[in-house]
């Protein structure tokens, strides 16, 4: 059995984002939130995650967006966020190894702790206010 390849271009990243969509549809835990939400656009928001992770990895322009305002009114917790990242490194492992798939579990990494912190704050901010 020879040695995974490394994510290497746009058709790497449509299976890294179609086989890791594909798990959290199913997901208990994140299933319903992702389904409520995308409902009838997961077309649209995979071929979004393809232009973003191009854009992430390979610095191919295409991405617009702000991806942290769609997550900042989902109703998510630590635990989806641990979900989230465990699916994407097990998707990412699943089908490649080297430099690019290190990096795009790093970016993932980073965003999950990123947003889960400004999740956090903001709904700490909203919950209190200074008399």
Do not use: C
């Not at 549809?25 to 393809?50: C, G, Q």
């Not at 322009?61 to 009114?73: E, I, L």
């Amino acid at each position: 059995m020879g040695s995974k390849p490394d994510i290497a271009g746009i058709e790497d990243i449509k299976l890294m984002v179609d086989d890791f969509y594909s798990k959290v549809a199913e997901d208990d835990l994140l299933a319903p939130i992702f389904n409520f939400r995308l409902s009838t656009y997961w077309v649209p928001h995979l071929e979004k995650m393809y232009t973003f992770w191009n854009a992430a990895l390979f610095g191919v322009k295409g991405y617009t967006g702000n991806p942290f305002a769609k997550h900042a009114t989902m109703p998510v917790e630590a635990e989806h966020f641990a979900r989230w990242l465990s699916l994407f490194i097990k998707t990412v492992d699943k089908h490649f190894t080297g430099p690019m798939a290190e990096e795009a579990k790093r970016r993932a990494l980073i965003m999950a702790n990123t947003f889960e912190r400004r999740i956090h704050d903001s709904q700490v901010n909203t919950k209190y206010t200074l008399i």
